[in-house]
């Protein structure tokens, strides 16, 4: 059973840049969730797709959307970077089980540096 | 905007003492979660408490939920250089997850 992986580990963008994060979910988890983490403050709910439509929305502006595929991975993606946008982008998996999320299964996360 | 308070933010403690980290709400849970985050790493759950009053034992880690299910504790007895780490409360309930600000833990040896 592979973990959640997340690519890539580190980047640099400049301001007005896009990205895209990418993410691979835990086998058998259909719902991934999304969290910004600032340095020193706990991760900030983005959005959480399930069965490749999001499932909820975080207080994030439209610049920041996703996707989840047919296999349950999924991306990130945030358009005209701001500098504030420096951050670790974590995802979660999990099994989605009623109304109730349960465990999340983190991966060890994307850096992003907004010069 | 962080809807649970963990206190405190940092502590810095000596390998062997105890140590207790708080969580608190002004809303009631449905259910709450310990994490812990470990410098270059994800946050991995260490446990969910449902019932107001549980107690949960993980080897050295002791958790307790508040009666009223609005607050928790997590205490460490004789702690380990191990422990050192960032430790998250979060209420969970429908689609989403929300964590706390966390306390940061170091432990000298």
């Known amino acids: 059973e592979t973990g959640v992986t997340q690519s890539p580990t580190h980047l640099i963008k400049t301001r007005g840049q896009q990205v895209t994060l990418r993410c691979s979910s835990q086998s058998g988890h259909n719902t991934v969730s999304w969290y910004q983490q600032a340095l020193g403050q706990g991760p900030q709910f983005i959005f959480q797709?399930?069965?490749?439509?999001?499932?909820g929305r975080g207080n994030f502006p439209p610049r920041f959307s996703g996707l989840q595929f047919p296999n349950y991975s999924s991306e990130l993606n945030v358009n005209a970077l701001e500098l504030d946008d420096s951050a670790l982008y974590l995802c979660?998996?999990?099994?989605?089980?009623?109304?109730?999320?349960?465990?999340?299964?983190f991966g060890e996360g994307s850096r992003l540096t907004v010069l | 905007t962080q809807l649970l308070e963990q206190s405190p933010q940092f502590l810095s403690i000596q390998e062997g003492e105890n140590l207790t980290v708080y969580c608190n709400s002004s809303?009631?849970?449905?259910?709450l979660q310990w994490y812990r985050q470990e410098p270059g790493e994800g946050p991995v759950l260490l446990v969910t408490v449902v019932t107001g009053g549980e107690v949960k034992k993980l080897k050295r880690l002791t958790f307790q939920f508040g009666d009223a299910r609005k607050d928790s504790s997590l205490h460490i007895t004789a702690a380990q250089t191990g422990d050192t780490g960032l430790y998250l409360c979060a209420r969970t309930g429908g689609f989403k997850t929300i964590f706390g600000a966390g306390t940061r833990l170091f432990v000298k040896a």
């Open positions: 797709y399930y069965r490749e439509e999001e499932n």
């Open positions: 979660a998996s999990s099994l989605a089980l009623g109304s109730n999320t349960g465990e999340l299964f």
């Open positions: 809303s009631v849970f449905s259910s």
